[in-house]
């Protein structure tokens, strides 16, 4: 009797340790966050592809693609970029239909037990990241695709995740739930590219319907859009026909991360949910000057903002946020009543007279002992979620005259002390035609 009652706590010790072993932790990735914060983008693609077994579970494919394909974007290797960023669409799709059996282990483990799906925005937002792709890579035609892609992804948004809503309040017996929804119905940044690309394609009618929707995506998300709109937004449609127009896109900080928020209500009873919260940047403005080969300045701006993609970030999660905190409440009742319901059953048959029968008492009551423990290691929250995204896009428009120039992107802190400058060289602007120079800062330093 002993062997065999030393043999199953065993085994449910060492189920319990496999089952927390199963996490991504953020924590590994701080020498390629660091990397990043100094722009060092193939340092950090080098730590993560030696180090990827260590980084991502099995579970993390989409997050390993997404990290990997935001980095190659950043570090100019736009193809392996949009191969990545392809991956982790596909994936994307293919997790949001997982199987049966990983549906049931998230509801009874965690939901770190299931194939990353990805958030929102990090789908969405590859699809504009496969955009400036192609167009780096002078592939106009490509790059209105992806941005057209990404338009009609921000739009089917609100309804991704119904089915999800409705399992998961069955499971927490939730009948009178609010109907989920969110604010962000349209991007600025999407429709600002848009209309760079009908614009340099001829298509004037198209680019009108993307200024206007600009218009709209301010008009509509104050919450999302708590800033001034881009006074380049309508100059943009403006230029007279001898002139060229020199666009700058620079993206900084670091969209959000997740921390988990915990409540035990009782030894047995956990709560355990993940919120998103942003990350502090340094950069507090961002400055263009464009000179002539000699050296002569000839225009000197300050960027604007277009996009806070951390905003967006937040508001779209709260759609899986309400699926996660109903599975985070039928995981408590479910694993806190079992627990609690086999210590009074083993409670009951230790008392009782008959060795043999207060002996099976006692190895239940040390299995409830096991399953509290148990709770308390397996609940926790799925803080799993991409490191690289930026966290905001700023945007400039300046007209000149035709010919090359020496552009100059300036990232100032907030005590106007300088960040970062990097520097463009025989920048060709023409009449029709897109120059659009694209510049980051992402992270803090």
């Known amino acids: 009797m002993f062997k065999t009652y030393s043999f199953h706590l065993f085994v449910i010790l060492l189920l319990c ?12 990735h701080m020498v390629p966050l660091n990397d990043v914060r100094h722009s060092d983008y193939r340092g950090a693609l080098l730590y993560i592809e030696q180090n990827k077994d260590l980084l991502y579970s099995s579970h993390d494919s989409v997050l390993y693609n997404l990290d990997t394909g935001v980095l190659r974007h950043f570090a100019g290797d736009y193809n392996d970029s949009t191969k990545n960023l392809s991956d982790a669409e596909k994936l994307i799709y293919t997790n949001y239909t997982k199987s049966v059996t990983q549906e049931i282990s998230s509801f009874i483990v ?30 106009l035609d490509d790059a209105l695709v992806e941005i057209n892609r990404f338009k009609n992804k921000v739009q089917a948004i609100s309804s991704r995740h119904d089915q999800e809503l409705v399992r998961s309040r069955q499971a927490a017996n939730e009948k009178n739930g609010a109907a989920a929804s969110i604010q962000f119905h349209n991007s600025a940044l999407g ?19 993307d200024c206007h929707m600009i218009h709209d995506s301010f008009l509509t998300q104050g919450a ?13 449609l403006s230029i007279p026909k001898e002139k060229g127009r020199l666009n700058i896109l620079a993206f900084s900080g670091l969209a959000p991360v997740k921390i988990e928020n915990r409540v035990n209500f009782s030894y047995d009873y956990i709560f355990a949910v993940p919120v998103m919260v942003l990350q502090p940047s340094t950069v507090g403005s961002i400055s263009v000057t464009v000179a002539k080969d000699d050296g002569t300045v000839v225009a000197s701006e300050l960027l604007e903002q277009i996009e806070s993609i951390e905003n967006i970030a937040v508001e779209t999660f709260a ?3 309400q699926v996660l905190y109903n599975k985070a409440i039928a995981r408590c009742l479910i694993k806190g009543t079992t ?9 009951e048959l230790a008392n009782s007279k008959d060795d043999s029968t207060a002996a099976i008492g006692e190895m239940i009551r040390l299995f409830s002992v096991v399953s509290s423990v148990s709770n308390q290691i397996t609940e926790q929250a799925d803080l799993r979620t991409s490191k690289y995204f930026p966290a905001r896009a700023d945007v400039c428009g300046i007209t000149l005259d035709p010919g090359t120039y020496t552009v100059t992107v300036t990232f100032f802190a907030k005590n106007k002390s300088i960040i970062t400058q990097s520097v463009y060289h025989a920048v060709d602007v023409q009449p029709q035609k897109l120059s659009l120079v694209e510049a980051d800062c992402v992270g803090t330093r």
């Open 339 to 347: 627990a609690v319901a086999t210590r009074a059953i083993g409670d």
């Open 224 to 236: 999302l859009y708590p800033f001034a709109e881009p006074r380049t937004v309508d100059e943009e």
């Open 191 to 209: 429709q600002y590219l848009s209309l760079l690309y009908h614009r340099a394609t001829n298509d004037m009618d198209a680019a009108n319907a």
């Open 110 to 139: 965690n939901d770190t037990m299931i194939d990353y799906p990805g958030e929102d925005y990090e789908d969405i937002y590859s699809n504009l990241f496969m955009s400036l792709n192609y167009y780096h890579q002078n592939n």
């Open 17 to 28: 340790t496999l089952l927390t072993g199963c996490a991504t932790f953020s924590g590994e």
């Open 319 to 321: 759609l899986r946020a």
